[in-house]
């Protein structure tokens, strides 16, 4: 059976915030606002979304 996937797309610069939440948003693989990524849905990709819920838009939940 093929994993859950998800589509993550980022909404604010990461610029101005914490280091840890910057390193959430590059292991995402989000780079430039706008951009979207289709990921796996497992728990550490969920982990590092809530990490960085507000500047990341999620749909395929």
């Not at 430039?32 to 590092?48: A, C, N, Y």
Request: charged letters at 30%.
């Amino acid at each position: 059976m093929a994993a859950k996937k998800i589509r993550v797309t980022l909404t604010k610069s990461p610029i101005s915030e914490k280091p840890k939440a910057k390193l959430c948003v590059k292991g995402l693989g989000l780079k430039k606002i706008g951009q979207t990524v289709e990921l796996e849905d497992t728990p550490s990709i969920r982990g590092m979304i809530n990490k960085v819920y507000y500047m990341v838009k999620v749909e395929g939940e």
